[in-house]
């Protein structure tokens, strides 16, 4: 099973919105309504911020939505702040052995 | 609210065994289910297999050969053993949950502090 694919990175000005795709396949990403994201500081455990495509964890800020066209899933990240500066990984839940996969992943730079 | 807390050996030779324990505090462990994931240094995130409540597992076909994953229900723990380890074995170790009180879902939701583990001779 390969890993979605994520940009490299992305960045933006605060205040500014910046949108991280992740792009997998009909066996992945686009068969299954089970994207989630997650944020990950360095030396950091990763944290849920959106799960089964748009779903928002309690406490996670509403500037984090999430949404999927087809075989890509997005996070958005509206009125960009500093503390958003971090890794991004999506992931999908694929009913094969293995059971889940990981986006490359996209480091976010708030300029 | 869950909280995890994970540990075990940091350092290990090529061709032993990983072994982790995750101790679950909170929650509700007769009916949640978890994760181990690893990390290596500098790279992404790689899902190793998943166990459910009552001792149900799943693995990542890379590691079919080499992983179990077990519960001790008696003492709220999850552990990991990794067979035959190699250099590119060398990361951090994560225990993770999917559930937060009544909600379970197909993500990661609570997660341990993560272990380092090198693999070295």
């Known amino acids: 099973q390969s890993a979605l694919t994520q940009p490299a990175s992305v960045s933006g000005s605060p205040g500014q919105s910046i949108t991280i795709s992740c792009t997998g396949t009909s066996s992945d990403v686009g068969g299954y309504n089970y994207v989630s994201w997650y944020q990950q500081h360095p030396g950091k455990a990763p944290k849920v911020m959106i799960y089964h495509v748009s779903n928002r964890p309690s406490g996670v800020s509403n500037r984090f939505s999430g949404s999927k066209s087809g075989n890509t899933a997005s996070l958005t990240i509206s009125g960009l702040q500093a503390e958003d500066e971090a890794d991004y990984y999506c992931?999908?839940?694929?009913?094969?052995?293995?059971?889940?996969?990981f986006g490359t992943g996209t480091k976010v730079t708030v300029l | 609210q869950e909280q995890l807390q994970q540990w075990g050996a940091g350092l290990l030779k090529p061709s032993e065994t990983l072994s982790l324990t995750c101790a679950v505090h909170?929650?509700?462990?007769?009916?949640?289910?978890w994760s181990w994931i690893r990390q290596p240094p500098g790279k992404g995130l790689e899902w190793i297999g998943q166990i459910d409540h009552s001792g149900g597992t799943s693995y990542n076909a890379s590691f079919q050969s080499r992983v179990t994953i077990s519960l001790d229900t008696s003492k709220n723990q999850l552990s990991l053993k990794l067979n035959s380890v190699i250099a590119a074995d060398t990361a951090v170790y994560y225990c993770?949950?999917?559930?937060?009180?009544?909600?379970?879902?197909?993500?990661?939701?609570?997660w341990g502090q993560g272990t380092m583990v090198s693999v070295s001779s």
């Open positions: 993770a949950s999917h559930c937060s009180g009544t909600n379970c879902y197909y993500g990661f939701d609570t």
């Open positions: 992931s999908s839940y694929i009913t094969a052995s293995t059971l889940y996969v």
């Open positions: 909170g929650g509700s462990f007769s009916a949640y289910w």
